[in-house]
């Protein structure tokens, strides 16, 4: 091996070495990103349940209808951001990354505060605590159970047929349809029968 050819290799070697360290700290990058954005996604829900719960709670204390507090609370406070946030969350992301985790928190924000008047609407709506509770284990079960496996297959057909914008509109449309049944639900009246 002739100097010139030595020269070249070790300016390959040392080229594909420098290349190699900026992949290294590029996936360094985007696995910390993804360790603070479900860190941070995480505790937007510690947070924004309870705070569902109290401003809910405290729509009671004003008077309000507690089946309409809840029901606004969630569709309006939960399904609403979310639906927003979903459409717009493709067009956010590429901004930069504290726009993509923005967006990320956004629409991370609305099933928790679902979650805090989720067990409290079955009861308003069947004024029968027995009742409700069976109504609420039911929609865990279709909303959770169902949901949580419907939900990413679709999500990710879509976004194989159609690209990754279309699945966040199919995933807003699905939050918009949770603010329409919510805000509908307190003109719903639930007649029991007498013995």
Known sequence: MNRAEYERKKREYLAKKKRNQKIRVILRWIVLVLVVAGIVAGLIG??????GGII???????GMIP???RAYTQGILGFLIAAISSF???FLAPVSYGAAILGSLL????VPVVNATSGAI?????????AGGKLFGGTILLGIGLGGILVPSVAVAVAEAAGW?????VLAIGALVGTIISVALPKIRIVQETD
Do not use: R
């Open 56 to 62: 809910s709670d405290g729509l009671v204390k004003k």
């Open 67 to 69: 089946l309409k507090a």
């Open 122 to 130: 079955p009861v308003d709506l069947l004024n029968d605590p027995e």
């Open 88 to 90: 717009i969350f493709p």
């Open 107 to 110: 629409c991370g924000w609305g």
């Open 165 to 169: 914008n279309a699945a966040f509109a």
């Open 46 to 51: 510690i947070a924004a349940t309870p705070i």
